[in-house]
């Protein structure tokens, strides 16, 4: 064991905690003003569910003893005999239950991407169920497969260095399907859905970026080079982002704007997030370049086109990001850089790690999709049949027909 890397992996753990309440910020400053509240608190209540399911089952789930390569098994219920002292697998420089520690705050953060498509619209109770279900039936399975001993996609040579597949198209690609299945907002087709707190946008877009120092080179598991070299690819492809969204604002609306640099900013950092420690930096400047102009044509094109209703964007940015950023890990991995890594990527000569990759970003559409449609359908059964609220108390806002609490409640004007 290694006291550096154990104090390291530690700060970086609660880098990652504090994107949750970042997030909630983004979010809350993306809706309206009368659904604020509820918007944010969709986004922190994953701290509570998050953790508590983590400890009693979920590591034990996503990290124990391996079953077909899927699912793990329940040795470390309550994490029993999860050691202090020893490593989860040969290699580490960290003990079991610090890298359980860092594990648990990709387990909060990740169903709280999803919160953001269903903004507005989607029972709290209703939420709540469907991020405990969709915890057990999607998110520990993916960790499992990707990340673990003995791990489905890990085994075939697939990589995905901070979770590409686990955190960002698994929730993506879940957003996606459960606006769809829960339907438009009433007023969709016709209202323009102004943004209520740009500064809340800003500032929840760089508490992310803070975060993500943490996320990305926290996932080296070790005080060393390589998680430098995540730190920097990391940089560098959340400016490049930032940078092409302004560009693509000035191209399209003649204008940047604030709240378009700080989505770009987080398009870029979801770009590189599977290939942070794989990839040279030069091509993480690629990544963030790019990164930013196809979630823009997702959201202001494709999205328009095809009708749904993805309120914040989960999909758009997290899913379309996530997938592109596996994309590029598969053109631009280059094993010198880390020797987890399955060989070189597609633009070094090497084609099977390329191939490898969209496999595990088919697996992983397939398993949010088929998790998705199941956990709609268990949250709907413990719902009583309806998991939206009715039009009247949409129109009144979530804050208040949900919470009986509002953002600003000397605000007397109308949303």
């Given amino acids: 064991m290694d006291s550096g890397s154990i104090g390291f992996v530690m700060i970086c753990a609660a880098f990652v905690f ?30 509570g569910t998050g953790i508590v399911m983590w400890i009693l089952f979920g590591y034990s789930l996503s990290f124990g003893t391996d079953h077909f390569g899927i699912i793990g098994d329940l040795s470390w219920l309550g994490l029993e005999g999860v050691s202090k002292t020893e490593a989860y697998v040969e290699g580490q420089s960290i003990p079991n239950l610090v890298f359980c520690l860092f594990q648990m705050m990709f387990a ?64 993506g690609v879940t957003a996606l399907v459960l606006c769809i299945l829960l339907g438009k907002r009433y007023d969709h087709e016709r209202a323009n859905y102004k943004i209520h707190n740009i500064p809340f946008v800003a500032m929840g877009a760089f508490i992310l970026m803070f975060g993500w120092f943490g996320f990305n080179a926290g996932s080296a598991l070790a005080a060393d080079g390589l998680a430098a070299h995540a730190f920097v690819t990391t940089a560098v492809s959340a400016a490049g982002g930032m940078l092409s969204w302004m560009l693509c604002d000035v191209i399209m609306n003649k204008k940047p704007t604030f709240v378009g640099a700080s989505t770009g900013l987080v398009a870029g950092l979801v770009g590189i997030t599977p290939g942070a420690g794989f990839v040279p930096i030069w091509a993480a400047v690629i990544i963030g370049l790019t990164t930013s102009p196809i979630c823009y044509f997702m959201v202001s094109v494709v999205k328009r086109k095809l009708g749904y209703d993805d309120a914040l964007d989960a999909f758009g940015c997290h899913g379309v990001g996530g997938i592109w950023g596996g994309i590029c890990t598969g053109l631009f991995c280059q094993a010198s850089i880390n020797d987890i890594g399955q060989g070189n990527g597609l633009f070094f000569g090497d084609v099977k790690l390329f191939l490898m990759q969209l496999v595990s970003i088919l697996v992983t559409i397939a398993v949010a999709v088929a998790g998705t449609f199941i956990c709609y359908f268990l949250t709907k059964l413990v719902s009583g049949g309806s998991i939206r609220v009715t039009e009247r108390e949409e129109r009144v806002g979530l804050d208040r027909s949900e919470h009986g609490e509002a953002a600003y409640p000397s605000f007397n004007g109308l949303d």
Avoid: E
């Fill in 108 to 171: 909060v953060i990740t169903p709280a991407l999803i919160t953001g498509s269903v903004g507005g619209r989607m029972k709290f109770k209703s939420l709540f169920f469907f991020i405990v279900f969709w915890s057990i039936l999607v998110y520990y399975p993916m960790a499992h497969m990707v990340w673990a001993d003995g791990g489905f996609l890990a085994k075939i040579g697939s990589v995905d260095f901070a979770g590409g597949n686990v955190v960002h198209i698994s929730s």
């Fill in 18 to 47: 504090f994107m949750t309440p970042g997030l909630s910020y983004f979010y809350g400053g993306l809706v309206r003003r009368k659904n604020a509240v509820n918007t944010m608190f969709a986004s922190v209540i994953t701290i």
